[in-house]
Every structure is written in C-alpha cells, then in structure tokens.
C-alpha cells in the first residue's frame, strides 16, 4: 500500500449540489474540512479545527460569511483569519486555520491540498464533452468504499475484470479474450481494447436499436494521476469503421469516476456519465440504475481486498501482464507524492 499521498493536485472534494449555505464537513488525504459557500456563492473549505481548544469548526454555525466556533464563538473568515473573539476588543495575535483553495468544475467542487502558491485553477480537470450539446448528462452519486483510493484506482485501469465481476451490466456474453494496449502520456495513463463482431452488452441496450446486428466495442480507460478517470466506451455495428475512426452511428459515452482519498482505507467515488443521446427520465433513470449496480459490484470486491490487505500477514502477490496499466499508474502518483508540499 503506497503511504504517501501527491498534494500538489486538485482532488474532488462534493458535488456542487451538496455545499450551500450550511457548514459541511469532508476529509480529504486524512485532513478535516469544514466546507461552504460564501454569499457570493464561493465555496470556501477551512482546517476544521478551532485553534483555541480544538473544537471541529463544522461543530459551529455559519454567521454571514465566518465559521463561528461553536464552543467559545471565535469567529473565522473564509481565508481562515480570526476576525473575533469574546472578550476581546481584537481577535488574538496569529489565530487563524488553513484555508484550502477550491473551484468548480463538471458539477463538482475541487480543493487543492499542497502549497497553494502552485493551486492553478486553469489546470481543474474538465471534459469537453460536458459542455457539448450533442452529449447529456446523467449525474450520479458520491459512493463511500472502504478500500484505499489506489486499488480503486487499479480497478479504473483495467478492463479486464469487467468479464467477471460486471456480468450482468457491462460485460457480453461474446469474446472478451482481446488484447489489452497501454500507454502512459505524461501523469495520465491510457488503457484500451476493442471487442470487435460482438453482442451489445446490457447497459447499452434500450439506449439505440441495432436491429439485433452484432457490433464492435471499444473501451479506452484515461485515467488522470492521482485521482480521476475517464472510461470512454461505446458500441457501432459492426463493418461500419468503427475501429478506423468512423463513429457517426454509434452508442459513446463516457464514465466520468472523481476519487476522493479519504485516508489509507477509505475512499468516495464520485461519478456521473455523458451519453451522446439526448436526456430523457426513464432512459436517464435505467442507466443510473445499471450504472449504481455496476459501481457497488465494484465495491465489494475492493472492500473484500482491503480486509484481506488488514489482516496481519505478509502476502506475496503475483503480477499478470494486465496489471501494467496499474504499476504505470502507481508510478506515476509516486512520483508526484515524491515532489510534495505539504
């Protein structure tokens, strides 16, 4: 289990539906946040703690735009300064807690852990697609898994498991033995594999009718250091090019999973899904469903693991040729834990 954590990076921290004007209280790489949104609708997010006695901040009220301390009324501002303090004609000399920087991006509010003089809010991701009008929207949840964040990661960068642990929802019952290509392109690390003269796999079904013709398949697994991936899977009938590029009569979306390391067994997955088909509530709804049955199949195996990584035994593990996606992406996080500021 890799210790360290890369803090130079922006890390989900809620969906922006989820912090208003109430105190709310997240953990991120084993640090606690009190989070909320100024008048301005700016999200601000605090050290939780009250430097006075250490109190959690989110124990506290929200007055105006300062967190007021909710056992002796010290009150912060959303930069983390004291500003009062009962008693006092002036608040005490260096009181204050660490402020995070935030923004928001595809509905989800990002926080940045390390130095803050690096924090570029040009670099938040944001998919394309998102914004694009030919692509809908299909928001999902924030999944809490018991399992650290890194061998949830592993799962995000292969796609050889979804034959066996998604049998019911993303897997065919068609061949699934194709070869596996990876690359790494800077701190993101791309995995793919085409199915090719296959059946349209269930979550796919109802979703554009194919006239009963076999198809070919794609996967391509992006997964962004430290904590974000982007599946980009779809179908197109086959002998129309869909390999060659040629995807102007196909089903695409992608499976958009924010990962929020909690600490080093503990994780939130948040996720939401763009299909290149107009919304509609019940078509929306059906693949939600499918989609949550798919995630929480995911989260069983990843908690069983983690319990089995808990135990105290030293297991000797064995690495398959399918795990290079995942050593690539280890690394990769390595490296950025290795530049740290924190």
């Known amino acids: 289990m890799t210790a360290l954590?890369?803090?130079d990076a922006w890390y989900p921290l809620a969906w922006s539906r989820d912090i208003g004007r109430n105190l709310a209280q997240r953990r991120v790489?084993?640090?606690?946040?009190?989070?909320?949104?100024?008048?301005?609708?700016?999200?601000?997010?605090?050290?939780?703690?009250?430097?006075h006695r250490l109190a959690p901040l989110s124990l506290g009220t929200l007055k105006d735009d300062t967190v007021e301390c909710g056992y002796h009324g010290l009150r912060f501002d959303c930069e983390g300064q004291c500003v009062a303090a009962p008693g006092m004609a002036r608040a005490p000399t260096g009181a204050a807690v660490r402020s995070y920087p935030t923004a928001e991006s595809?509905?989800?509010?990002?926080?940045?852990?390390?130095?803050?003089?690096?924090?570029?809010?040009?670099?938040?991701?944001?998919?394309?697609?998102?914004?694009?009008?030919?692509?809908?929207?299909?928001?999902?949840?924030?999944?809490?898994?018991?399992?650290n964040y890194l061998n949830l990661a592993d799962n995000l960068c292969d796609p050889t498991h979804v034959v066996y642990v998604h049998k019911t929802t993303l897997a065919s019952t068609g061949r699934e033995e194709t070869r596996v290509m990876h690359e790494r392109q800077g701190n993101k690390v791309v995995t793919w594999r085409w199915v090719i003269d296959g059946p349209l796999i269930p979550v796919f079904q109802g979703l554009k009718d194919f006239g009963g013709a076999n198809v070919d398949r794609w996967h391509y697994y992006h997964y962004h250091a430290p904590s974000i991936a982007v599946i980009d899977f779809g179908s197109?009938?086959?002998?129309?090019?869909?390999?060659?590029?040629?995807?102007?009569?196909?089903?695409?979306?992608?499976?958009c999973h924010f990962i929020t390391p909690v600490d080093q067994r503990s994780c939130v997955q948040?996720?939401?899904c763009l299909k290149n088909s107009p919304a509609d509530a019940a078509v929306d709804e059906r693949?939600?469903?499918?989609?949550?049955?798919?995630?929480?199949?995911?989260?069983?195996?990843?908690?069983?693991?983690?319990?089995?990584?808990?135990?105290?035994?030293?297991?000797?593990?064995?690495?398959?040729?399918?795990d290079a996606s995942s050593i690539k992406m280890r690394r990769i996080v390595d490296e950025m834990a290795a530049g740290n500021a924190h």
């Open 287 to 322: 693949l939600r469903a499918n989609l949550r049955l798919a995630f929480n199949e995911d989260k069983t195996v990843l908690e069983a693991i983690q319990r089995n990584e808990d135990k105290p035994r030293d297991w000797k593990r064995i690495h398959l040729s399918l």
């Open 236 to 255: 197109a009938r086959t002998g129309t090019g869909a390999p060659e590029g040629n995807r102007e009569d196909c089903i695409q979306m992608y499976a």
């Open 270 to 272: 948040h996720w939401l």
């Open 29 to 51: 790489l084993e640090q606690d946040l009190v989070v909320y949104r100024t008048q301005q609708g700016q999200v601000a997010a605090l050290e939780d703690v009250c430097p």
């Open 106 to 147: 595809m509905g989800m509010v990002w926080v940045w852990m390390g130095d803050a003089a690096k924090a570029d809010r040009n670099e938040v991701f944001h998919l394309p697609a998102y914004d694009d009008p030919d692509y809908s929207v299909v928001e999902g949840d924030a999944l809490p898994v018991q399992a």
């Open 5 to 7: 954590y890369a803090y």
